[in-house]
């Protein structure tokens, strides 16, 4: 296997994640190195960061074939095949990089991400056996090395046991403050666990230090997610204020709202500005000087979310406007309210053909 001035000069390029001047310069060591295993692997890796599996597990055969016994490009090669929905090749990869290389600590935490992403992992107990088995193993090979607490707390997210996750990823970032997967992983937790404010905090620092479009993807989820439960939250409030005004709207009455109606118009836009309030405060204090950037992030980067919370902005300004006018115009509040809330839903339902589906199955990264 070669080495030297390239290949060191590729893996800086990678950790500054330069990776396509990364894939430029090891092309170009290749062309007259075609055996050099390690360009190879690097370049199957550079790949990988940028979500390319196919050429990645080109690259990663090609190692291969040269070095059938290095477990490296047979790692290379089963995270390849994970990406491309091979779950079979993967786990079958990961396995042939343990009995290559037992004693690297990679190669268990590799094959416990390939066992747990496998379809036959809920169905079969072994495979959640084997898993664990594979963290353990990694743990005593590697205890104060992050990437081995990362498997774990993968796994215990597999498994749902979201404190389990929480503490091993948070001993992970004890190990390296500055590792991302790990705070990635730990906003994914907190999603789960519907504390808001610390995933919006998690993830745009994740992003602030590079994060991939993983990264961002999994913060429009978080948006929408918010914007869901502030749906929901005004669909019911004006709903109801709606209904009771016109229940108790007859024909020729006076301009004014009676007392019933006035305090039902003045209380759907109290409520209506308290959960706009209460989720702005709520995020404020969990996430801190990152809340701004947050919101600015996901508006610079997301039209339909954009536009989601400009309509839900909109019905809470009606619902608050219906309190002020009389009656006859307050019920024409409340239909444009309504009507702000289907241009919400129809952006939701846009926009959630994806990301609805990923509100129920968050990916998580790492391992």
Known sequence: MTSGAPLAYARTLIEARRHDDALRALAAHLASHPDDVE?????????????????ALDLAQRAISLAPEYEWPLRLASVAHSRLAEPDAALAAARASVRADPGVYQTHTLL???I??????????TF???????????LDLAPNEPETHLAAGNLAMRVKDLD???????QALALDPHYVDARHNLSLVAMRQRRLGSAAAGLVGVLAEGGDELALHNLKVLAARILRYLHLALWLIVLIASRVVGDNTQPGSRADHSGAQLWITRTGAVLAVLVIAG????????????????VRGVAARDRML??????LLGTAGCTVAAAL????????????????????????????????????????RGG
């Open 39 to 55: 360009a190879l692997c690097l370049a199957a890796q550079a790949q990988l960061e940028l979500n390319r599996p196919a050429p």
């Open 112 to 114: 416990s991400q390939a």
């Open 116 to 125: 747990a992403s496998h379809p036959a992992f809920d169905a079969d107990p």
């Open 128 to 138: 959640r056996m084997q898993a664990e088995q594979a963290v353990a193993v990694a």
């Open 164 to 170: 389990g996750a929480r503490a091993r990823f948070e």
């Open 279 to 294: 989720f702005a405060v709520t995020m404020r204090l969990t996430a801190n000087r990152a809340l701004g950037q947050f």
């Open 306 to 311: 954009l536009g989601w919370a400009v309509a």
């Open 325 to 364: 006018v009389p009656v006859s115009a307050a019920q024409s509040c409340y239909l444009a309210a309504i009507g702000l809330l289907l241009v919400g839903m129809v952006l939701s339902w846009l926009r959630g053909r994806t990301l609805s589906r990923d509100l129920r199955r968050i990916r998580s």
